[in-house]
């Protein structure tokens, strides 16, 4: 009698620790910068090549920076302007100022976060529009 509770209080608490340890373990492990939802300047410059940045500024950048869209306007405006207000014709752009304007917004532009358009396809934007100037 005494023996089969032992063997089923033995089963019990092999049970018990076997539900409990599956969990446990993953707490401590470090999460990588691919996990967080982060990519490496690698990662985006590899996944940017494969991306058409003609067609991305089109999509989601056209609305107002392509033929009536208001920003046209604005920076028709601006002294000096030789590009009628087109960034697809502008030859001063570097992608790393494209990249920061989109970013954090300049003047009349609002912000684009990374919802709305990704790290890759920034790049691959910024790309077209410096003509591969960094
Ligand atoms: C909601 C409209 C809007 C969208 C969408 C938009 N822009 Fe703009 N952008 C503007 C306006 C307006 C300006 C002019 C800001 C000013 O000078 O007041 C501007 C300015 C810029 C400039 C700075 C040009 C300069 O010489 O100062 C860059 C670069 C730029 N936009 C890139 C982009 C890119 C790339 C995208 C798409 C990823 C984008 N914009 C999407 C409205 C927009």
Redesign the pocket.
Known sequence: MSARVAVWAAALAAALAGCSGGQGEAAGEPVSMTEAGMQSEEEIAAAAAGLDGRAL?AE??G???QTI???VG??SRRPGDASGGL?EQRED?SAT??RT??RTG?????R?PRAE?SDAE?AA??NY?SRGKP
Do not use: K, T, Y
């Open positions: 500024f989601r950048c609305m107002c920076h869209g208001m920003a604005i920076l960034l752009l100022f494209v304007a989109v300049i003047l009349n532009m609002p684009m358009v920034l934007i910024a529009l």
